[in-house]
């Protein structure tokens, strides 16, 4: 199984909005309600942001949010703070060939 | 919290054993992952060890080398890997799934494996 596809980098300003995509196939991202987002900064572990597409664990922002249309995920971040810069991954359940996650490559977040 | 051991620099083909112990919950409520990161690198899931320990899955990339099992009574985690490879390298995570599916809720500091001759 191939990872899911994000873009390697996506950069804004401070208060702005951004939306990272995570694009799979009809076997794991369009097949399930089963994606979930992690943030990681350097040096620590991940941390979950999303799961089941849109929803958010206790205690993490409501300027994080999720979706899904098809077979592409997506994870909006609004009103950018400069602690938002760090690498973001998605993730998926897949059946095929048997029961398994599927994590994208990540994508670098930079607060200009 | 989870604390990851067993890690260390092995040659390719040889085996190793990590071990995740959870002191502190009760574990066996929960589905166990591994999840590994190579050097600057994305992250990789691995296995997953069900709350019984009764279903495992694995990745394509492991599959027929790595084994994960559970001690519910001593509350600890286990990944047995065997024919090690060079791509086998980097920090491998303990992750605990918590409620819903997908939800990797808590996470190890990692154990670091090094694959190399």
């Known amino acids: 199984q191939s990872a899911l596809t994000q873009p390697a980098s996506v950069s804004g300003s401070p208060g702005q909005s951004i939306t990272i995509s995570c694009t799979g196939t009809s076997t794991d991202v369009e097949s399930y309600n089963l994606v979930s987002w992690y943030q990681q900064s350097p040096g620590k572990a991940p941390k979950v942001l999303i799961y089941?597409?849109?929803q958010r664990p206790s205690g993490v922002s409501n300027r994080f949010s999720g979706s899904k249309s098809g077979n592409t995920a997506s994870l909006t971040i609004s009103g950018l703070q400069a602690e938002d810069e760090a690498d973001y991954y998605c993730m998926s359940h897949t059946s095929k060939p048997t029961p398994q996650w599927l994590f994208g490559g990540g994508t670098k977040l930079t607060v200009l | 919290q989870l604390v990851e051991s067993g890690g260390g620099v092995v040659q390719p083909g040889r085996s190793l054993r990590l071990s995740c112990a959870a002191p502190g919950f009760t574990f066996s409520l929960y589905s166990l992952h591994w999840v590994r990161q190579a050097p600057g690198k994305g992250l990789d899931w691995v296995a997953v060890?069900?709350?019984?320990?009764?279903?495992?899955f694995y990745a394509d990339s492991v599959k027929g080398r790595f084994t994960i099992s559970r001690d519910n009574s001593k509350n600890t985690v286990f990944l047995q890997m065997n024919r090690l490879r060079g791509d086998d390298s980097g920090l491998y995570y303990c992750?605990?799934?918590?409620?819903?599916?997908?939800?990797?809720?808590?996470w190890g500091q990692g154990t670091p494996v090094t694959v190399s001759s």
């Open positions: 060890t069900s709350k019984d320990g009764t279903l495992e």
């Open positions: 089941e597409v849109s």
């Open positions: 992750v605990q799934e918590v409620g819903a599916y997908g939800n990797f809720e808590y």
